[in-house]
């Protein structure tokens, strides 16, 4: 009966330890099967996180670029009115200049004219004269 006993033992041990074998070989497949979907997915998501990463990186360059193109613009439209100012204060100098030119210019024709006039006065004065004298 002892021997029976030690016999059903043995077996149930050995059973036992089949049993577990099998349980650590199943777990260890599952462990190696999450493993590799872990792997996978973390994968899948460093993928991801680097295609965010490069998606922003290109959205701040293209925000950055153009931020450059409308401060350029600026600076462009402020260039030109500032040259547009200067051609205007330029065209109302050389305005100012000619008008007074001219009006020397006019001045002096007719302080000639008026010294002719004057002459020619004084020319038919004397002929007027003469004429009178000769009557």
Excluded: F, P
């Excluded at 029976?4 to 149930?12: P, V």
């Amino acid at each position: 009966h002892e021997r029976e006993h030690d016999r059903e033992i043995s077996e149930l041990t050995a059973k036992h330890a089949e049993e577990v074998e099998k349980l650590r070989a199943e777990l260890k497949e599952e462990q190696t099967h999450l493993l590799d979907g872990l792997r996978q997915q973390m994968a899948a998501t460093h993928k991801a996180e680097h295609e965010q990463a490069q998606l922003q990186s290109q959205t701040l360059h293209s925000l950055e670029l153009e931020a450059l193109r409308l401060t350029l613009n600026n600076m462009h439209t402020s260039q030109l009115e500032l040259t547009q100012s200067n051609l205007r204060k330029e065209k109302e100098t050389a305005l100012m200049e000619l008008r007074e030119m001219l009006n020397e210019k006019r001045a002096q024709e007719v302080a000639i004219l008026q010294s002719r006039h004057q002459l020619e006065w004084e020319k038919v004065k004397e002929q007027c004269l003469k004429e009178k004298e000769d009557l």
